[in-house]
């Protein structure tokens, strides 16, 4: 994880902070992880670093996000104006179906993806970051074969990513390895979830509410 190369290894955990609204009215995700990014770059002094920590934001009716730091610079944070609580992550796992704060929540359970090979050649990635790159995204996954193609969804109008994309590979060999592989993997400071891509997918909206139905 990114936030690791910041602090000594094992100094870091994980933790949920509690913000309150914006005082600018923010329209859509994108406004409110740069907002959340500016709030912990007032403890780190770096908003490439602050992304990095980051690795779920609450967006909705409530405000907030999680983010691995160390013990000083949490207490640091909770003395940041707008900052309303910060305690430890306790849901966190390594484990991604056991974690209910980030996007691993929209896995489907009824599916073991560690020993099931998939008949597909394509993936689908859910829970990127808003600063993942196409570019990015394909250096994490091409260790495990070919890719044909690496798509990333951007929004028409504002032109950022909406915290997903598409994978293709030349082999289906290839497509299980990185799905049994980079599934829950954090890029960018994100936790990410990788499925198998249906010919119509649902759709995604990056934040705590995910899936649209």
């Not at 995700?29 to 770059?41: C, E, F, R």
Request: charged share 25%.
């Amino acid at each position: 994880m990114g936030s690791s190369l910041l602090f000594p290894i094992g100094t870091s955990k994980r933790w949920c902070v509690r913000t309150s609204r914006p005082a600018v009215e923010v329209s859509g995700k994108a406004p409110l992880v740069d907002y959340y990014v500016q709030i912990l770059a007032e403890v780190l002094r770096n908003e490439k670093d602050a992304q990095m920590c980051l690795y779920h934001v609450l967006w909705g009716s409530e405000y907030g996000f999680c983010c691995e730091l160390d013990e000083e610079c949490a207490q640091e944070l909770a003395a940041v104006p707008g900052v309303l609580s910060v305690h430890p992550d306790d849901e966190f796992v390594s484990d991604k179906e056991d974690y209910k704060g980030g996007s691993s929540k929209y896995i489907d359970d009824s599916k073991d993806s560690s020993t099931s090979n998939v008949k597909t050649k394509k993936l689908f990635v859910t829970g990127l970051s808003f600063y993942t790159s196409e570019k990015t995204l394909r250096a994490a996954f091409e260790g495990y074969g070919k890719l044909v193609e690496v798509k990333i969804i951007v929004d028409k109008i504002s032109k950022r990513s909406k915290g997903y994309g598409f994978l293709e590979y030349t082999t289906e060999e290839a497509a299980t390895a990185a799905l049994n592989q980079m599934n829950g993997k954090i890029i960018n400071g994100w936790m990410i979830t990788v499925d198998v891509a249906k010919k119509n997918p649902p759709k995604y909206n990056r934040g705590s509410s995910g899936l649209i139905s």
